[in-house]
């Protein structure tokens, strides 16, 4: 506990009295004590989430999202977490099933396209042991090609992104591997040069999920979807990198894919 | 769809051949379909919700969030929504259930206590008659009187929101109202002279949904835990008003409340 609520005695007294008799309906029908002291004992994590679990997020900026390199090797704190949707689905989790012995990780890296994780997969990754595995990788790839930085096809996406998922599944079999789908919002950097090339990329992404057996999240589906409800800009400013409504839109359907559930 | 989207049909191909094949495993251990086709049918809402109901946020800044009086008219949009979790909560809740219908309003006014609800409480509540409506008040209950800006004490508090309780249960006796615990964090404006006091509203609001029998959103408890994470300041600068990382988290535990599970 923080030194911010140990002096609060009161505070903590009347949370005890709140948790005895607050209850939820669930949409099964049923009704469970939404007791947070209920739901944290942590056995009952859902989806692909275990008690002791670690959770290693990796990918590119969306992924980095400003996270501090000096503080990356202490789970757990939003320093090392970055400000992106890894923190915030992290954090969720984490208030969520405080009890449940989570170590929750991020090896982001800006500008990384599935080569550059394939070339410091060993250290952080596969040294890391993760029991899940959340991989966001795909918008360099295509991107830094079309600027001409970068050789690049989505063939060559496919081929070093299918052995790196290989190559993971052999070293650590029981780990249990979240694909994310990269995306984009029309707007900003995005334009009208990224299409049809792009949905390829996303699309190779789906097949290796589908390969590999992995659940897919389908960002890019669900930011199409949220632009009934506000501009391109309001998601993603350049078009690539996720506001904070995008972060926290990114870290719902996350939770959803790895935890089960709404 | 926005026209980001309807000019993209390799994009709904391939959309619509990832949604035929994505499965999730869920808490309850079965496979469901994850299909974003099926699961937004508008009989599936869980918790409280149904499709074609309206939703209504009312409260103060926290709920007011920057959103645009002259948009308020029109449902869903963000920028009637404003920017704070009443907006991510409810895009949240529309880009799950596209197709159930929802209208989602919001009626937060920065400043607010819970006696100038009452005030515009048949224009900007009864009016829209809400299947739904959550109420965010309580923290200028306490601040201003603390000021010495107004003479409210925890007893006028919880008499005058019996009393907007009572009025709403009366005049649409089927809504279901979700009651949001008022909360702070240690840093800011909130100093050693918010405690004990403050923690009596928070206990009075919960009294409340317990005689209600409302769903109760226990913010304070959320962001006391949040702060084994990150210091108080991350998720609200001034003690009081979310950052965006505060809002998504409680986005997130509203709709636990609202829509069951996670």
């Known amino acids: 506990m923080s030194e911010d609520s140990t002096s609060n005695s009161f505070n903590q007294v009347t949370r005890r009295s709140f948790l005895k008799t607050s209850t939820i309906t669930l949409a099964a029908g049923g009704l469970i004590s939404s007791s947070y002291g209920k739901q944290v004992k942590g ?4 989806g692909l989430l275990a008690a002791n679990d670690v959770v290693l997020f990796q990918g590119d900026s969306i992924t980095d999202a400003g996270r501090s390199r000096e503080t990356a090797s202490k789970p757990n704190l939003q320093a ?3 400000s992106g949707y890894a923190w915030l689905a992290g954090a969720e989790l984490l208030v969520d099933y405080p009890d449940a012995n989570l170590s929750i990780y991020n090896r982001g890296i800006s500008g990384n396209k599935v080569h550059q994780l394939a070339e410091r997969w060993q250290v952080e990754c596969l040294d890391i042991k993760p029991n899940v595995l959340s991989i966001l990788i795909g918008v360099n790839d295509f991107w830094h090609a079309l600027n001409g930085n970068y050789k690049g096809t989505v063939e060559i996406y ?9 190559r993971t599944s052999k070293a650590l079999p029981k780990t249990k591997i979240i694909i994310c789908e990269p995306f984009v919002l029309r707007c900003g950097a995005v334009n009208d040069k990224w299409f049809l090339e792009f949905d390829k990329y996303r699309a190779a992404s789906k097949k290796l999920a589908d390969e590999f057996k992995a659940p897919f999240v389908p960002f890019q589906t669900i930011f199409d979807r949220a632009l009934n409800y506000a501009p391109p800009a309001h998601w993603a400013g350049d078009g690539v990198y996720p506001s904070s409504s995008g972060a926290s839109l990114m870290a719902h359907h996350w939770l959803q ?3 089960g559930g709404r």
Chains 1, 2 share one sequence.
């Open 43 to 46: 056995s009952k994590l859902g």
């Open 80 to 82: 090392g977490l970055g």
């Open 158 to 166: 496919e081929k070093d992104y299918r052995e790196l998922l290989k």
């Open 257 to 259: 894919a790895a935890a």
